[in-house]
């Protein structure tokens, strides 16, 4: 069950609306390193959630909780800088634009007053729950495995990529209040980027949670090739480092360098099958 409070999580203010800013905005709600991805990513990890604690659970409900309200504040923020965008199809040849974005021939600025222009046809000079293309939003970048260390490396990986957009939003920004709205939301990816890493420590940090998942057993796996580096360059070198020599990063064995070699032989397919539509030569 969830509640709702009518105030935003933090404040959102633009004093010089910009149509263009918007457009941008919208990365961070559908876009691959948005806002939505983060919120679903969360919500479907803690409802499949499966641990003799429940704390966890409770955690990433908190979270994608959290995140329902940055979704909400983007979505003010891109209605607040559409409030200057023309108000008709019919203004500054927006028709021509749009056809022009669809195919494919139109410029930089026709890319953005499409876009621009499908906030106003379709959401009346609101946000949508899609990207800076328009492209929808589909959930292919939800990641929910049911290990509680894959979901959380993929979680760090998720608001690292989200702060990166931010950060280069922030410095796009022209707005005071637009920066200051997102100055918050980097804050908050700072935190749950630290947030997921403290559940892998908890769980006993590298050591204890890799190879990833742990309650397989290595010995079952091929040791003679799990901490190889695989070399692939044709003249042989090798990019040194960390990766190529030393212990690894579990603790349970050394880095060495592979030459990559085949170590099976070449694939022999059996003829055609009679009903599968091939030519009489390729059938026995």
């Not at 409900?61 to 979505?75: D, F, K, Q, Y």
């Not at 930089?108 to 729950?129: D, T």
């Given at each position: 069950?969830?509640?709702?409070?009518?105030?935003?999580?933090?404040?959102?203010?633009?004093?010089?609306?910009?149509?263009?800013?918007?457009?941008?905005?919208?990365?961070?709600?559908?876009?691959?390193?948005?806002?939505?991805?983060?919120?679903?990513?969360?919500?479907?990890?803690?409802?499949?959630?499966?641990?003799?604690?429940?704390?966890?659970?409770?955690?990433?409900?908190?979270?994608?909780?959290?995140?329902?309200?940055?979704?909400?504040?983007?979505?003010?923020?891109?209605?607040?800088?559409?409030?200057?965008?023309?108000?008709?199809?019919?203004?500054?040849?927006?028709?021509?634009?749009?056809?022009?974005?669809v195919m494919g021939g139109g410029n930089g600025r026709h890319a953005i007053e499409g876009m621009i222009h499908k906030n106003l046809l379709s959401a009346g000079l609101a946000a949508m729950p899609i990207d800076s293309d328009g492209v929808p939003f589909n959930?292919?970048?939800?990641?929910?495995?049911?290990?509680?260390?894959?979901?959380?490396?993929?979680?760090?990986?998720?608001?690292?990529?989200?702060?990166?957009?931010?950060?280069?939003?922030?410095?796009?920004?022209?707005?005071?209040?637009?920066?200051?709205?997102?100055?918050?939301?980097?804050?908050?990816?700072?935190?749950?980027?630290?947030?997921?890493?403290?559940?892998?420590?908890?769980?006993?940090?590298?050591?204890?949670?890799?190879?990833?998942?742990?309650?397989?057993?290595?010995?079952?796996?091929?040791?003679?090739?799990?901490?190889?580096?695989?070399?692939?360059?044709?003249?042989?070198?090798?990019?040194?480092?960390?990766?190529?020599?030393?212990?690894?990063?579990?603790?349970?064995?050394?880095?060495?360098?592979?030459?990559?070699?085949?170590?099976?032989?070449?694939?022999?397919?059996?003829?055609?099958?009679?009903?599968?539509?091939?030519?009489?030569?390729?059938?026995?």
């Amino acid at each position: 069950m969830y509640y709702h409070d009518k105030r935003l999580q933090y404040p959102v203010t633009v004093t010089k609306p910009n149509p263009q800013f918007a457009r941008m905005l919208q990365q961070a709600i559908g876009g691959v390193e948005g806002e939505i991805r983060v919120c679903m990513q969360y919500f479907f990890q803690a409802w499949g959630n499966r641990a003799p604690t429940t704390k966890y659970r409770d955690m990433l409900l908190h979270t994608a909780t959290e995140e329902i309200g940055h979704i909400e504040m983007l979505a003010t923020a891109v209605a607040m800088n559409l409030e200057t965008a023309p108000a008709s199809v019919q203004e500054e040849g927006v028709t021509d634009s749009i056809v022009g974005a669809v195919m494919g021939g139109g410029n930089g600025r026709h890319a953005i007053e499409g876009m621009i222009h499908k906030n106003l046809l379709s959401a009346g000079l609101a946000a949508m729950p899609i990207d800076s293309d328009g492209v929808p939003f589909n959930m292919s970048h939800v990641y929910a495995s049911g290990n509680v260390a894959a979901d959380m490396y993929c979680n760090v990986a998720a608001e690292s990529t989200g702060r990166v957009l931010a950060v280069r939003l922030f410095n796009a920004a022209e707005d005071e209040g637009m920066k200051k709205m997102l100055h918050y939301m980097i804050a908050r990816d700072t935190m749950h980027q630290q947030q997921w890493l403290a559940v892998l420590e908890e769980l006993g940090g590298p050591a204890a949670n890799l190879p990833i998942p742990n309650s397989f057993p290595q010995g079952m796996e091929d040791e003679a090739n799990n901490y190889n580096f695989y070399a692939t360059s044709v003249d042989g070198s090798v990019p040194e480092g960390r990766w190529t020599s030393g212990p690894t990063i579990d603790g349970k064995g050394e880095f060495t360098v592979f030459q990559n070699q085949p170590l099976g032989p070449e694939p022999i397919l059996g003829p055609a099958r009679p009903d599968s539509g091939a030519q009489d030569k390729q059938i026995a």
